[in-house]
Structures are given as structure tokens and as C-alpha cells.
């Protein structure tokens, strides 16, 4: 049974920093991070590319870094510099290409962590 489970949201100052976990149970393959803000379609944030590296958006280059502790079954994404438009919710979710949004797999995703940056 996959469960992920998404912590560390909350609100930040513009500028600020966050770091977003996904704690991963059941299994243990690829975790990427997507976020949805209102009114808007989810979109990728950082995950596996299909070469295999760490693919980030546009918009989380430079800014946003993904960082898997398998030791700790967690995914972490450490975000700096936050600005107004990355608030959103933000979900972890396995067997899914951020850029592509394709599913490998079954497709699990976490519940979501609510980040708002004012």
C-alpha cells in the first residue's frame, strides 16, 4: 500500500525559504513535486527527467532544489527566494514525469501541503 504524505507547507514572507517533505511509503520509486494554484491546472516543480537527472520548472530553477534521503524514505524540496506566485498547493507524487505530467506506473499522489508566500 503507497502512501505519500506531504509536510512543511505553511506561510512565508516574500524571499523566504521553505522546506517541503514527502515521507514515501510502500515503495520506493520516482518521486517528483507538482504544485496547483487556484483557478489554475497542476503543474510540474522539479522530479525525475527523462534522462534520468533532476528536471526543474522554468520557474524553480535556481530557486527550488530536490533532494531524495533514502534512509529516511523522504523527499525534500528546499525552496528559497519565494515569491507571491508560488502559492499554491503543493503534492508529491510517484510514477509521474513533471515535465511531461506522464505516469509511469499506478500514480499515487500525497494529499498536498499548502504554501502561501505574501
Known amino acids: 500500500h503507497v502512501q505519500l504524505v506531504e509536510s512543511g507547507g505553511g506561510s512565508a514572507q516574500i524571499g523566504g525559504s521553505l522546506r517541503l517533505s514527502c515521507v514515501v511509503s510502500?515503495?520506493?520509486?520516482?518521486v517528483a513535486w507538482f504544485r496547483q494554484a487556484p483557478g489554475t491546472t497542476r503543474e510540474g516543480v522539479a522530479g525525475p527527467g527523462d534522462d534520468g537527472s533532476t528536471s526543474y520548472a522554468e520557474f524553480a530553477e535556481g530557486r527550488f532544489t530536490l533532494s531524495p534521503d533514502t534512509a529516511k524514505n523522504t523527499v525534500y524540496l528546499q525552496m528559497n527566494s519565494l515569491k507571491p506566485e508560488d502559492t499554491a498547493v503543493y503534492y508529491c507524487?510517484?510514477?509521474?514525469?513533471?515535465?511531461?505530467?506522464?505516469?509511469?506506473?499506478?500514480?499515487?499522489w500525497g494529499q498536498g501541503t499548502q504554501v502561501t508566500v505574501s
Open positions: 510502500g515503495d520506493h520509486r520516482m
Open positions: 507524487a510517484m510514477d509521474f514525469f513533471p515535465e511531461s505530467g506522464n505516469c509511469t506506473g499506478s500514480g499515487y
